[in-house]
């Protein structure tokens, strides 16, 4: 059982920077194995894609309202998923959560993952 833990949310102004973690653990020492993503969501709506990243790192799929502003990383020795999200709008008011698929690709739907973790809120002000 993957379980995954997000940190560094927060409240930040408009045109502020945030970086949100993602621990895994119960992988046993298989991470790498994993294919990741970062979904949101915001009171009232379904969660949606944000980004993903594949087994490696190598390759990343963004959603278009993301695109540009944020980065998605990983640390396989750490057992770690980052985001990092600049230039931060009202509009990405959100809790964020980090998910996890056994797989090699990098994957944008919210069915295709296994593992959810718990989410972390981040708060833009105008």
């Known amino acids: 059982q993957v379980q995954l833990v997000e940190s560094g949310g927060g409240l930040v102004q408009a045109g502020g920077s945030l970086r949100l973690s993602c621990a895994a653990s119960?992988?046993?020492?298989?991470?790498?194995?994993?294919?990741m993503g970062w979904f949101r969501q915001a009171p009232g709506k379904e969660r949606e894609f944000v980004a993903a990243i594949s087994w490696s790192g190598g390759s990343t799929d963004y959603s278009d309202s993301v695109k540009g502003r944020f980065t998605m990383s990983r640390d396989n020795a750490k057992n770690t998923v980052y985001l990092q999200m600049n230039s931060l709008k009202p509009e990405d008011t959100a809790v964020y959560h980090c998910?996890?698929?056994?797989?090699?690709?990098?994957?944008?739907?919210?069915?295709?993952?296994?593992?959810w973790g718990q989410g972390t809120q981040v708060t833009v002000s105008s």
């Open positions: 119960g992988t046993r020492r298989t991470f790498g194995n994993y294919a």
């Open positions: 998910a996890a698929k056994r797989g090699t690709s990098y994957y944008p739907n919210r069915s295709d993952y296994d593992y």
